[in-house]
Antibody
Framework: EVQMVESGGGLVQPGGSLRLSCAAS????????ISWVRQAPGKGLEWVAN????????YYVDSVKGRFTISRDNAKNSLYLQMNSLRAGDTAVYYC?????????????WGQGTLVTVSS | DIQMTQSPSSVFASVGDRVTITCRAS??????LAWYQQKPGKAPKLLIY???TLQSGVPSRFSGSGSGTDFTLTISSVQPEDFATYYC??????????FGQGTKLEIK
């Protein structure tokens, strides 16, 4: 069974940092692109970042470029999101999601999410 | 960047009704569109990919159509468990993705 479990969320002050983790199991992690998707309270979904299976290429939404860094450790079946210079607008539930790696590139498995709250 | 616009923002329906939700892309995306269902407090669930292909395990009352810039998600006969929020997502811009703003299906 495919499972993805996020952790690392919490309350952080503006300007602070946080590192999220996503532990994957039930599939060959190193074969898949993985994305981070976030959802602000009461709002819609926003794709944040993704990373190629071998970690060679990384892509970000403009609003987090230069502040967030996505990475992975295929030996540990884990995905990470280092978030620096956090702003109130980054407050959201953060999900990791698996890309199907077909031409359709949809997200067929998601974690349960971890809440990040940026507030003083 | 490709922008996705869903309409309506909310729709009211009764059990058994036929419901259609529309998603429009700011530029042509061929058939690279997915639909998700999200219930409160839960992660999104993939319903349809490549505009019209039903994900395994999804009931056949859900269907998708369209190509280019205009797409629809149809629920042929709404069931109680279908009341949720639905999102479209363009995947043509891989590895850069965009979601629509969501459509909330509510009980009439």
């Amino acid at each position: 069974e495919v499972q993805m479990v996020e952790s690392g969320g919490g309350l952080v002050q503006p300007g602070g940092s946080l590192r999220l983790s996503c532990a994957a199991s039930g599939f060959t992690f190193s074969d898949y692109c993985i994305s981070w998707v976030r959802q602000a309270p009461g709002k819609g979904l926003e794709w944040v970042a993704n990373i190629r299976p071998d970690g060679s290429e990384k892509y970000y939404v403009d609003s987090v470029k230069g502040r967030f860094t996505i990475s992975r450790d295929n030996a540990k079946n884990s995905l990470y999101l280092q978030m620096n210079s956090l702003r109130a607008g980054d407050t959201a539930v953060y999900y990791c999601a698996r890309d199907t790696m077909t031409p359709a590139h949809s997200f067929d498995h998601w974690g349960q999410g971890t809440l990040v709250t940026v507030s003083s | 960047d490709i922008q996705m616009t869903q309409s309506p923002s909310s729709v009211f329906a009764s059990v058994g009704d036929r419901v259609t939700i529309t998603c429009r892309a700011s530029q042509g995306i061929s058939s690279w569109l997915a639909w998700y269902q999200q219930k409160p407090g839960k992660a999104p669930k993939l319903l349809i990919y490549a505009a019209s292909t039903l994900q395994s395990g999804v009931p056949s009352r859900f269907s998708g159509s369209g190509s280019g810039t205009d797409f629809t998600l149809t629920i042929s006969s709404v069931q109680p468990e279908d009341f949720a929020t639905y999102y479209c997502q363009q995947t043509n811009g891989f590895p850069l993705y965009t979601f629509g703003q969501g459509t909330k299906l509510e009980i009439k």
